[in-house]
């Protein structure tokens, strides 16, 4: 079993829909817990951090970390073409970031 | 701020040959930096990680003899991919933490290798 998993979609949306992700752990030792934007053939991107269960609101994302089900979200509201994407969830153990497969999202206008 | 460069964002060589990729921190000094292996459709990996003037720290199963990984200043590591094969084509990715504290880690662009 993977220490992440992530559904690796892809995922078609059309544009000003809501957008879910999910990724689930296994490892309770995990600590921090972040979404990167990736487009393609670039680096990620940092999108959101948090380290609590909750929500955490950033414009139009919210990250939702849920530690007693090892679950964690990102929900993306009115979304855009531009937000078409492979979305990445990560977490951190230490100093080291273990990342999920990545969810690709196409925003169609 | 925060920005991470890589060199060469693309190579292309011959089998058997070394290849060299640069990562630089351009705007604040790195005392970690992180080297990533990411193939298509799949998630980063992490290969190995180094801190300024000591030896990189490899993960499992990653050949530390064939990705050679260099630390030399606050502000650059380089990867050397030596008797490069054609499965070791692949996109790689460095990331950097500051020497400023905190810890989040800053990507670079990545660098995409095909060898033939």
């Known amino acids: 079993q993977k220490e992440v998993e992530q559904d690796p979609g892809p995922l078609s949306v059309p544009e000003g829909a809501i957008v879910s992700l999910n990724c689930t752990y296994s490892n309770s030792a995990f600590q921090y817990f972040m979404w990167y934007r990736q487009y393609s053939r670039k680096g990620p991107e940092l999108l959101m951090y948090t380290y609590s269960s909750g929500n955490k609101e950033d414009g139009r994302f919210t990250a939702q970390v849920d530690k007693s089900s090892k679950y964690i979200s990102l929900f993306i509201r009115d979304s855009q073409p531009s937000d078409s994407a492979t979305y990445l969830c990560a977490m951190r153990q230490g100093g080291k970031l273990i990342f999920g497969q990545g969810t690709e999202l196409s925003v169609k206008p | 701020g925060a920005v991470v460069s890589q060199h060469p964002s693309w190579v292309i060589c011959k089998s058997g040959t070394s290849v060299k990729i640069e990562c630089r921190s351009l705007d604040f000094q790195a005392t970690t930096m992180f080297w990533y292996r990411q193939f298509p459709k799949q998630s980063l990996m992490l290969m190995a990680t180094s801190n300024e003037g000591s030896k990189a720290t490899y993960e499992q199963g990653v050949e530390k003899d064939k990705f050679l990984i260099n630390h030399a200043s606050l502000t650059l590591s380089t990867l050397t991919v030596t008797s490069a094969h054609p499965e070791d084509s692949s996109f790689y990715i460095c990331?950097?933490?500051?020497?400023?504290?905190?810890?989040?880690?800053?990507f670079g662009p990545g660098t995409r290798l095909t060898v033939l």
């Open positions: 990331s950097a933490r500051s020497l400023a504290g905190g810890n989040e880690q800053f």
